[in-house]
């Protein structure tokens, strides 16, 4: 038995024992040497994954309870995130995603495909250049200049350092971005912020088929982008 299904088969036992369990017991049940047991249970209340009694039985610790509940309200959050894109994504017929910045990328964390038979596909984990794409241009719009410069300077994006600097300045300025025929050819992005005060967290871009997406329609969806982005900023995770 690995390390690991050791672990997991004593934490087991403890649940299944519905209260205190001694090493010898859990060592009688999952037929695993009492030194062993009693060694790996110490080292999982040193952790706070068992808590220890005084006559030296065993309860799941409070370590364990709080990554429940943590996964829990991670989960609630999660699903929230995907309503609100649904919603999204129903209203405007266009893929909804919401997307954060990795160091000179930008990830998707949620994505809400459209309906259409033509449509942009965004995977969750899907990773490209912040620099010349309307989520990236979003979420470095309001860096400091030499961040966004070396930003710049580090990619491969066409235009000239002055040509995406200016980008970024309108993008600052008008609260959200757009970017036609970027890295994908024949596909247009509009990206809002998703803010907690002053701090951009996130950005929701909405993705599809540039010859859906003309100027005329970009304007008019707008609106609704930022609204999903004021809805999902209480759910958004915030980095520490």
Not at 13 to 28: K, L
Not at 74 to 91: K, N, P, Q
Not at 158 to 186: C, F, I, M, P
Not at 191 to 206: E, I, N, S, Y
Request: one cysteine or more.
């Amino acid at each position: 038995m690995r390390s690991m299904q050791r672990v997991v088969a004593i934490l087991e036992s403890v649940v299944a024992t519905r209260g205190p369990a001694t090493p010898a017991r859990v060592s009688a049940e999952i037929e695993l040497s009492l030194s062993t047991v009693s060694r790996i249970m110490r080292d999982l209340a040193e952790e706070q994954m068992l808590d220890r009694l005084d006559d030296g039985s065993y309860l799941l610790g409070s370590r364990l309870f709080k990554l429940v509940r943590d996964a829990r309200s991670g989960g609630d959050a999660m699903a929230t995130i995907h309503r609100v894109l649904g919603e999204l994504r129903d209203r405007t017929g266009e893929t909804a995603s919401l997307n954060v910045r990795r160091d000179d990328t930008r990830v998707c964390i949620a994505s809400v495909d459209s309906r259409h038979e033509l449509r942009r596909v965004v995977p969750v984990g899907d990773a490209i250049p912040l620099v010349g794409t309307a989520t990236g241009h979003v979420l470095m719009a309001e860096l400091g200049a030499a961040e966004q410069t070396a930003l710049i300077d580090r990619s491969r994006a066409a235009g000239s350092r002055v040509e995406l600097l200016s980008q970024l300045r309108e993008t600052a300025e008008r609260g959200w971005a757009v970017q036609a025929d970027g890295l994908l050819t024949g596909v247009t992005g509009v990206a809002v912020p998703v803010r907690a005060g002053d701090r951009v967290l996130a950005a929701v871009t909405l993705s599809g088929p540039t010859s859906r997406m003309p100027a005329e329609v970009v304007e008019k969806i707008v609106p609704d982008i930022e609204e999903a982005a004021r809805r999902l900023a209480p759910w958004v995770p915030q980095p520490s």
